[in-house]
């Protein structure tokens, strides 16, 4: 059932192992079947280097198990929120990374310091606020994911352009159409967060770049006018 | 004797290697067998990757070879004290890993910044106060140790929610119900200290989590409640 | 056509790859023959693992494209405003590597602190100014040249003696007499803009080197002087 | 002739590259045959990975080519104020690994922080004074070798116990009575520059450890009454 996706879902996981941003167990990504409103997602604490694509886990858009004999990921609760309230993502990834949990940590998004970061993400990659106590002690992997989407919605972002979010004292979560592209932004989200982090050690006033600059670079590779990249790749 | 924790001990100390936390002889890992009261521990200055089980050093827990033609490590009897205090602790490592090295040499504790901290330790990695002159120059080992016992006593810490110390001016100790769950909280360790680091460069204002996201975390993983993982993991 | 060119372009990024300058599809590498006019350059976002000689784009000093079904690297107008202005450069290569690049986003060229930058680069990396708005929106690319050869000769700077410069907000671009070249300077680069930043981090107050150890170096290695290395290498 | 030290002094340069503190054609160890005086060192500008034994040039301690048919390390002059000054001294190292070069471009001692830099180094790690420009002009690696002996002479230290040093805006140079000692110095002495960084970003005011401390470490391992390791090892 749904062996493409569990396929392209396992490897979207270990793309997070080979590119340095988990280790052990920590980490996790999904994939959603449209049609079907199926979501394949990791089994929660199992190694990488021993799961295969069997192991992964398919539940439906609340939660429920529909195949599998392990537990799903821990934080599937918080994927289900971003599948039921944006249409237009596909995979869902969530890791520790270094950089990206620091500044999730250190509570403060991420400026748009150069066309790197443009390249990916149009305006600053955002931080939720604390949830509240009661918040945490009832339904903690829904209401994070209900605090990424409070602060999409108060902030008038728009996840197409906007493919990640740092959670407060916690870690980055990034998504995409696939699963696969949900990894890729999670990797291009740690470097971002590690280049932002040194630039503003070499010179503490860093401004962000223009709003042209930001621009030319995001629709260089965005939308309709796109010219970056092969035609029919 | 006592061959499987010989093997254990072993890939304990290789873990090391292969995370990063140690080069040359720096490091080392034991395990204990409670039944017997007897400790196997790497050799001391002999390169891992020549190490064999047989290579491994038996002793009692006052610190007497029972097997073996090696020197034991020469913080045996750090790791002793720890044993005959703590009865839950089944393994011990100590490294120089550089973050964790960074932090016990600033003589800081590292506060709970993140839920990746919370997930291994309930509260701050604790730091050792420095040794008197007259501990160093007798028993510096064994003085070690009590100081670690001394800094948990002191600050009403328990060895099981807390598993691991910075020693003053010296490095880390981490420690587990088995010698490979030490190697791994000696990772953890190191991956928290790195990011805590991180976070404050960040944000020298960046303050700990709430205790409620803390203990959500913490108990996720451990206690009767936990529900990370595997049932039969 | 081209054939040994091709071979040292693939080259040149490959050494890109290998070196970690670049992930996924970032950076890009080109070279020049000057007999015919003729360039080679990486095409647009295909992964570096695929590529082979046959996939590079051969253009003329206009851009207009001579042989190749894919797409040139979007940054290709930048490598001919460098080719047609100065001819000492046979090869040339962007990249969005990490210390260079934070550099770069923090709008500062880098001081010459030690002997291994004066190796490799007579003064400061350079750091241009930044566009306006106006060069964005139109031949943004070229006008990105056309802003490095203006900081070039506004501050009476010789390519063969600086082989490289930060754009503002963006990333290094490296050159050298060939491809090859042109790649080991970009690593050069990125490792001077590494330990110009922990260098700083260390002494906020760190001065350059002199005038006289500058050129020691520089002519060690540069020139009809040079000692460095073999004679017929 | 002098084949075992030639395949030793190879394999001490190779060590530089595994541990990473050398890139391309940077970095050069040697080695001393005292019966007869003769140094081996790498020669100038070759790639590591080409090398072989043969490649390796032999000088007397005046410098004068005794066998090979490459030009020796550019560095030789240094190499050989060490040998004639000191002749404990087996083998020398110089590279420009990032933490230790970075230290050296800051004109900064690397104060002993922690256990780790006294099990080697009986004291800070000393930096030079920069040379005057007569000094650089003429005869510059001889003057950097008496720069070097200068700094030891003026403050008292022992090169026996203090088995390295920076050069002022240049690099580290580190010592041992092997070359493989030396090269073993020289990791060692990257792994404190960075910890040392490291500790003063988390902590700026991080002082010392306590005399008693360092010698503590220092003895156990150095010296008659040595404790670590084996006793045949």
């Not at 994939?31 to 079907?36: N, V």
């Not at 799961?51 to 529909?66: F, N, Q, S, Y």
């Not at 066309?115 to 945490?136: K, M, N, Q, R, S």
């Not at 972002?157 to 159409?177: C, D, I, Q, R």
């Amino acid at each position: 059932m749904l062996d493409a996706l569990r396929e392209e879902v396992l490897e979207a996981n270990l793309e997070l192992v080979r590119r340095g941003l988990v280790i052990y167990t920590f980490g996790n990504a999904s994939g959603i079947d449209r049609g079907s409103g199926l979501v394949v997602i990791k089994p929660s604490g199992v190694p990488y280097e021993k799961m295969t694509p069997a192991d992964l886990v398919i539940t439906d858009l609340e939660g429920r198990i529909i195949e599998g004999k392990l537990r799903p990921s821990s934080d599937l609760d918080t994927h289900l929120v971003l599948y039921r309230t944006y249409l237009s993502i596909g995979g869902v990834v969530h890791t520790h990374s270094e950089a990206a949990t620091a500044w999730a940590q250190a509570r403060k998004e991420i400026p748009c310091l150069g066309t790197t970061h443009a390249d990916y993400f149009h305006g600053p990659v955002p931080v939720t606020h604390p949830l509240e106590p009661a918040e945490i002690q009832n339904d903690y992997e829904e209401n994070t994911g209900i605090a990424i989407v409070r602060r999409f919605t108060g902030g008038g972002l728009n996840p197409s352009e906007v493919p990640g979010v740092l959670v407060a004292g916690h870690g980055p979560f990034a998504w995409g159409e696939t699963a696969l592209e949900a990894a890729h932004n999670a990797v291009i989200l740690e470097y971002l967060a590690k280049m932002a982090a040194a630039t503003l050690t070499i010179n503490p006033a860093a401004s962000p770049i223009s709003t042209e600059l930001h621009d030319q670079h995001f629709f260089r590779k965005h939308g309709s006018g796109a010219t970056y990249g092969q035609p029919d790749c």
